[in-house]
């Protein structure tokens, strides 16, 4: 999906990799295994990624590594995207039709950006009429490829509309946080 936006398979490759890195500082030669591109591909890529501010680089020794540039004017936005459009946020909408109706759709702008929750924080949080067994298919892959555990809740509408007109301290403390909508407007979210 992020492929309809950037026309790039190359930087498309290379924003889901240092996006997802966790502010890794990654060689060259790294990012050629993990994008499966050329190098001169890579190469060029960089130097257009470069100039125009994405990302820096730093040498070691004889080595060039790069790291995302979170000065970037557009970092979170880019980071918004590649969680849609990758990982989690990826599988559910491809698989939302087999999931059942869902109206909402989130990840908290912690797990976005990769850091590892607490146990009482929630990843995931999906609002309707979930099929679990699908959705606890997803969240397992997805916990496989990172391994460590995804926190998430699912509540029906009702449900979700009753604990937020009662001021519910857990559902206060997810809406309160950093997010990234999957599914849903997130205006109607919150009000």
């Known amino acids: 999906m992020l492929g309809d936006i950037i026309t790039s398979r190359v930087r498309v490759k290379l924003l889901t990799t240092f996006l997802t890195a966790n502010d890794t500082i990654i060689h060259v030669r790294e990012l050629v295994r993990r994008t499966r591109e050329e190098i001169n591909a890579v190469r060029r890529e960089l130097s257009h990624m470069e100039k125009a501010g994405m990302v820096k680089k730093e040498p070691r020794a004889n080595r060039l590594y790069y790291h995302f540039n979170k000065d970037y004017s557009l970092y979170f ?113 919150v009000k």
């Not at 909402?104 to 009482?120: C, H, K, P, Q, Y």
């Not at 699908?134 to 969240?139: G, K």
């Open 77 to 189: 936005d880019l980071l918004e995207l590649v969680a849609k459009t990758t990982g989690l946020g990826g599988d559910i909408l491809e698989n939302k039709s087999k999931m059942g109706k869902i109206r909402f759709a989130m990840l908290s702008g912690a797990f976005a950006r990769g850091r590892v929750s607490s146990s009482d924080h929630v990843d995931l949080l999906i609002v309707g009429r979930i099929v679990l067994p699908e959705l606890a298919a997803i969240v397992r892959n997805e916990e496989v490829k990172r391994g460590h555990e995804i926190n998430y809740t699912v509540m029906s509408e009702e449900e979700f509309v009753f604990r937020k007109s009662r001021h519910d301290p857990f559902l206060a403390s997810i809406l309160e946080g950093s997010r990234i909508m999957i599914i849903g407007d997130e205006e109607e979210l």
